[in-house]
């Protein structure tokens, strides 16, 4: 199993940036797949960002190509989505998971809003 703990949403301007950041426990992070999804009042939960767990492969959704970026560290068992360009619409709650085989594992979220 893995618990995963999300950090460092918060308040930004339109065109800020933000960098969210999720600590895994488990001593077998490295084999899971890794991703970013957000939900917004009112809107079903969507993938933003997810990485092959050798970070060799990664997807993003088509509103955050370009401005977002997904990255994970398994000698620190983390991973980080780093947030340029920000707009309204990506005002969300953030969440981190973790996908391995038909286990998926979700953290408890953090806040992201911009405001415009």
């Known amino acids: 199993q893995v618990q995963l703990v999300e950090s460092g949403g918060g308040l930004v301007q339109a065109g800020g940036s933000l960098r969210l950041s999720c600590a895994a426990s488990g001593r077998t992070f490295s084999s899971y797949d890794m991703g970013w999804f957000r939900q917004a009042p009112g809107k079903e939960r969507e993938s933003v960002a997810v990485i092959s767990w050798s970070g060799s492969s990664t997807y993003y959704g088509d509103s955050v190509k370009g401005r977002f970026t997904i990255s994970r560290d398994n000698a620190k068992n983390a991973i980080d989505l780093q947030m340029n360009s920000l707009k309204p619409e990506d005002t969300a709650v953030y969440y981190c998971?973790?996908?391995?085989?038909?286990?998926?594992?979700w953290g408890q979220g953090t806040q992201v809003t911009v405001s415009s």
């Open positions: 998971s973790a996908q391995l085989k038909s286990s998926t594992y």
